[in-house]
T-cell receptor
Framework: SQQGEEDPQALSIQEGENATMNCSYK?????LQWYRQNSGRGLVHLIL?????REKHSGRLRVTLDTSKKSSSLLITASRAADTASYFC?????????FGTGTRLQVTL | DSGVTQTPKHLITATGQRVTLRCSPR?????VYWYQQSLDQGLQFLIH???????AKGNILERFSAQQFPDLHSELNLSSLELGDSALYFC???????????FGEGSRLTVL
C-alpha cells in the first residue's frame, strides 16, 4: 500500500519555468524525503525534511511540510531539460520508508 | 554511482522457479531495504534489515524471503515465481535505520 500520493501524476512544463509537486500522506512521520528517478534507474535522494521543520532549501529545490495537513510540496525553480524524471515523496515511519505514487515531470526546451 | 551493488542486473526465468537477488550495501552502511517496482503497484516496500536483524516488514509475499549476512550484504529470495512477480527489484542502504537511502540500479526480473 502507498503511504503517500503525489499530485499531479504528470506535469509538463517548459525550460525555465517552475515545477511544483505535492504529496499527501496518512500517518505521523519522523521525516519526509523526496527522491528522483530517471527512467528505469535507481532512485536518487534529493532532500529530507524533519517533522519539526516547515521549509527547507537545497539549490533550486524548496520543500515545505505541513504536518497538520499531512502534506508536503516540492518546488523546482528555473527547471532544465535535465530535470525530466519521476519524483517521489517518501515518508519515514517506524523503520519503514514508504514511497508515494510519483509525479512524472517533463521539461521541454 | 551510489555505491550500492545489485546482481544480477537482468534475470529471465520461468513460472514456478526460484531466484536469488543479491545486494552489497555502501561501505559502512548497516541498513538494507528491499523494494519492488512494477507499473501497476508502484514502488512497494518489502523489508528492512539493520545490522543483520529484521527491522520492518512491508508487503512481502510469503513466497519471498530475505536475509542480511554478517558482512552486511543481503539476499532476496523469490520462489514459486508467478508472472506478476515480474518487476524491478531495488536494494537501498543507509548508515542508520532512518534517513537518506542510497539505491542500487536494480535487478530487472522477467517471469515468462
Amino acid at each position: 500500500s502507498q503511504q503517500g500520493e503525489e499530485d499531479p501524476q504528470a506535469l509538463s512544463i517548459q525550460e525555465g519555468e517552475n515545477a511544483t509537486m505535492n504529496c499527501s500522506y496518512k500517518t505521523s512521520i519522523n521525516n519526509l524525503q523526496w527522491y528522483r528517478q530517471n527512467s528505469g534507474r535507481g532512485l536518487v535522494h534529493l532532500i529530507l525534511i524533519r517533522s519539526n521543520e516547515r521549509e527547507k532549501h537545497s539549490g533550486r529545490l524548496r520543500v515545505t511540510l505541513d504536518t497538520s495537513k499531512k502534506s508536503s510540496s516540492l518546488l523546482i525553480t528555473a527547471s532544465r531539460a535535465a530535470d525530466t524524471a519521476s519524483y517521489f515523496c517518501a515518508t519515514d515511519t517506524a523503520s519503514k520508508l514508504t514511497f508515494g505514487t510519483g509525479t512524472r515531470l517533463q521539461v521541454t526546451l | 554511482d551510489s555505491g550500492v551493488t545489485q546482481t544480477p542486473k537482468h534475470l529471465i526465468t520461468a513460472t514456478g522457479q526460484r531466484v536469488t537477488l543479491r545486494c552489497s550495501p555502501r561501505s559502512g552502511d548497516l541498513s538494507v531495504y528491499w523494494y519492488q517496482q512494477s507499473l501497476d503497484q508502484g514502488l512497494q516496500f518489502l523489508i528492512h534489515y539493520y545490522n543483520g536483524e529484521e527491522r520492518a516488514k512491508g508487503n512481502i509475499l510469503e513466497r519471498f524471503s530475505a536475509q542480511q549476512f554478517p558482512d552486511l550484504h543481503s539476499e532476496l529470495n523469490l520462489s514459486s515465481l508467478e508472472l506478476g512477480d515480474s518487476a524491478l527489484y531495488f536494494c537501498a542502504s543507509s548508515f542508520l535505520s532512518t534517513g537518506e537511502l542510497f539505491f542500487g540500479e536494480g535487478s530487472r526480473l522477467t517471469v515468462l
